[in-house]
């Protein structure tokens, strides 16, 4: 609103700017709450978040509202390696090669959780999987042992239990043993001798 009286003033109102031009104090457009070099110049905003002079209802992608008072609503950029966020502190999801746990972004998942490519975050392992490639394909277990992808009590006949915790299958022609060098049974035809197993000719010798 043009004013229509003079006055002697320092400096317009705080919802007016000073059209130099004029030399008169005009008042901010809807939804400035004041503003500078022009009615629709904002510097600050009675409704909504201030992002390049402009009052908006939601701030751009990459970009988060930053709450200082009620009126000074600014849109401040996220901090890499957030790609998305509610804060400088709390991710919503992560630029590539970083994952998102927790509301950070990290470069490397921790224990019992794996990588999910799909939509960059963290996923937890399904127990007893203490590592995994993902829910169901095991690397480690926090309970029993690694048979081939899955965790397992006990491993089978054909397997022994190795120095990583995995059931290891027994080296042909073992049919059970405690490691690669101590057999408990042997496929046939082979013959069981001090723990390794043998050929008739062997025992001939």
Sequence with gaps: MLQTTCESLATCPSSYYINSTYNQCIGCHYPCASCSSSATVCSSCIKGSLYNSQCLNQCPQYYYPNYLNSQNITCQSCISPCFACLSTTSCISCVTNYYLYQSACISTCPIYFYRQNSDNSCVPCNPPCKSCQNATACLSCSTGYLDNITC?????????ISSLFECTICPTPCLSCYST????ACSLPYLLYNNSCITNNSCLN
Excluded: R
């Design 152 to 160: 397992t009590l006990t491993c089978n006949s054909t397997a022994y």
């Design 181 to 184: 060098s101590y057999c408990l």
